[in-house]
């Protein structure tokens, strides 16, 4: 059974300078993305919309920022496309919730979602350098000259603005251009966490177990590194035990058959004995046997069941090395590699 979720995002800024809508729903994710403008709308309202306009209208800084906003490259970040996962745990029993680790969840979680979520991180860190920038620009426009302090220390229009005193006084515009430029900031940062949690709760209900853990930017980075080197170990391992299978073609078990005298090495029954004969891998091949020559026997059926995939270490009947040396001298080889 598996909680339910918690995500959502939102979006940012001024409706003249919106550049981005991200709606998240990872389902059974607790992840929160956050993109945020830096004001409150409330600031801005508490003024006359008249104002607001007026300030819009005329605000050099206000005009600079929509075009420096307008200028941004930002990417994108869809988190709708993910594979979900569910990232909250409820064990049936306390030795599930021993067994169950909060990175297990985590890592099942990257590895369904590996090529999407390593673009993510990809993006995310290009919206970091490029935020930096433009945090610099953006810091610049704030030497717009249209409202200053005279000799007196009081605020009065720029050069060439005297008139828009009759409008509205130079403090108020001062105070609506600031919100304006506060609000308008663009930001594209993203606040990743993922949280994992293990829970169990007693049948009696009186023992709770809970285990939670939280993964930033940092931590899903290393974690897809880690988890993209086991994929691709696993891949290998997996073609490696295809190979070697492939390698026992009729012409091997052949062979093998005949040098092992068409009976099991282990019980020496025969197909007159009304068993069925198999050639087996003495290490069996998922544990890293190969299928040379010296690698493969031949068992009965029975035998071979009670065999099935241990392998502890010894070898399971004996191989006649005379037999073996004779069938290599004879050069049938040419199967076998
Ligand atoms: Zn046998």
Known sequence: MYSPIAALVLTATDNNTSWQVITLCVV????????????????????????????????????????LNGRQKFHEISWDTLITYPLSKFCDTYAQYNRTSTSDLFQEFIELNIAKL???????????ILNTVYIKEYKMLLSSP????????????????????KTMKPKKFLE?????????????????????????????????????????????????????RNVKNRSERQNKISHERARVTNSVRYNILKRDGHSCKICG???????KLH?????????G?????YNLQTLCDRCNSGKSNKFDGERI???DFDDLEEFLESGDLEDLV
């Open 279 to 287: 050639v087996d891998h003495v290490v069996p091949v998922s544990k």
């Open 289 to 293: 046997g190969t299928s040379d020559n």
């Open 317 to 319: 009947g004996d191989i």
């Open 176 to 228: 609506i251009e600031g919100y304006l430029y506060k609000k308008g900031q663009l930001d594209p940062s993203v606040v990743l966490a993922i949280t994992c949690e293990v829970r169990y709760i007693s049948p009696a209900g009186r023992n709770s177990y809970e285990n939670k853990r939280t993964y930033n930017l940092e931590n899903l980075e290393t974690w897809l590194d880690i988890v993209v």
């Open 28 to 67: 059974a994710a607790l992840a929160i993305l956050v993109i945020i403008g830096n004001a409150s709308e409330g600031e801005l309202k508490r003024n006359k919309p008249e104002h607001v306009a007026f300030v819009k209208t005329h605000s050099t800084l206000y005009k600079n920022l929509r075009e």
């Open 269 to 275: 029954s025969t197909a007159s004995d009304g068993v």
């Open 118 to 128: 390593g673009e993510m991180v990809r993006l995310i860190k290009k919206n970091i």
């Open 146 to 165: 249209f409202v200053k302090k005279n000799d007196k220390g009081k605020l009065v229009y720029g050069e060439g603005y005297q008139e828009f005193s």
